[in-house]
């Protein structure tokens, strides 16, 4: 599994100090509902001292790490993805749609009177209203619900811990999917001890096809600007990670694997040791797999919100918490 790497590493370096660089790889299953580690993966997070994990979630992938002094790899960490947000079935779906209808109608019921029983030709009226609305005719079928959460969890020593969360931001992609007239793919990054929130944003270049992810990575003493670019030539999905200008590392997707595994190394510099930042790049190459089927439901909102069908899009509640202003007075 140990294998060099071809890339040309940028020599520049960032401090004199010497830093250890970090060699992760992730190996995510094509079918994790069959894998074993799915029985592993639950029964330990079962006592998991944390409440991230959800009775809707199933093991997809583990991450080992590469022991620079022995040279082994030891399995770390194991990823779970929220299955009730992003393959719904029948009955999730129904819930969500009854959920979206049951607020429309306290919506037009407010319209209507903001406080006490309707009259009866209130009643009447808003029985009209309602059979008239879009968002009441809506079918499961039409409304598109799918959104991806990727969780990692820490597996070594004693007890099984939550170190960060990749979820999908349904709304900001639309927004800038209609302004650019591409599918582009916006995801947020939750890591523990932290009171920020990071983005990973992709972007659109004109004449340029292999894909561009942004962030910022505030690390308390700095922002580090990160810079995701997939290589023009690649026989995989293989991407440089530049920090303020410089390579420092990459993502490095095998071709013959059924899921997307990929070698996640970190060069000799500061954030080689900085665990948080290992750990987003660790959850964005768990992403990697999901892209193209994200696209494609970004595909479906971004039409039907340029139809002016925004209705057809469930926000989450999770979702709509990363939008919260934490200045509003209470």
């Known amino acids: 599994m140990n ?6 590493v940028d020599q520049r370096k960032v401090d004199q100090q010497e830093y250890d660089s970090v060699r992760r790889y992730v190996d995510m299953w094509a079918m994790p509902g069959m894998h074993p580690s799915n029985v592993e993966f639950l029964q330990k997070l079962k006592t998991a001292d944390t409440n991230h994990f959800t009775t809707h979630m199933d093991c997809v992938g583990t991450v080992s790490e590469l022991d620079q002094e022995s040279g082994d790899w030891e399995k770390t960490h194991l990823v779970g993805v929220r299955t009730d947000v992003w393959k719904p079935d029948d009955e999730e779906l129904d819930c969500a749609l009854g959920a979206m209808q049951d607020k429309r109608r306290r919506e037009v019921k407010q319209s209507i009177k903001k406080h006490g029983r309707l009259t009866k030709k209130q009643t009447e009226r808003l029985d009209e209203e309602l059979a008239a609305d879009e968002i009441m005719q809506l079918k499961c079928n039409e409304i598109e619900t ?12 004693t007890r099984v811990r939550w170190v960060g969360t990749i979820e999908e931001v349904t709304a900001m992609e639309v927004q800038n999917s209609m302004g650019s007239a591409r599918t582009l793919i916006t995801m947020a990054v939750n890591l523990p001890r932290t009171s920020f929130v990071t983005y990973v944003q992709q972007n659109h270049r004109t004449f340029r096809i292999p894909a561009i992810y942004t962030s910022g990575f505030y690390d308390d003493e700095q922002m580090w ?20 200008g410089e390579t420092i590392g990459e993502i490095d997707g095998r071709l013959f694997s059924f899921g997307y595994d990929s070698y996640v190394e970190v ?15 660790t959850l964005f190459a768990t992403s990697v797999g999901y892209h193209k089927a994200m696209r494609r439901s970004i595909k479906k909102r971004t039409e039907a919100a340029c139809c002016g069908e925004s209705h057809r899009n469930l926000l989450h509640d999770e979702e709509l918490r990363l939008r919260h202003n934490g200045r509003a007075a209470a």
Not at 3 to 8: I, L, M, V
Not at 147 to 155: A, C, D, I, Q, S
């Open 146 to 157: 799918r959104r991806l959460v990727l969780k990692l969890f820490k597996t070594t020593g």
């Open 267 to 281: 060069d000799e510099h500061p954030l080689a040791e900085n665990t948080q930042f290992v750990d987003l790049l």
């Open 3 to 8: 294998r060099p790497s071809n890339r040309k």
């Open 225 to 244: 600007n990160v810079m995701i670019k997939r290589q023009w030539f690649s026989i995989g999905a293989d991407f440089d990670v530049e920090v303020n």
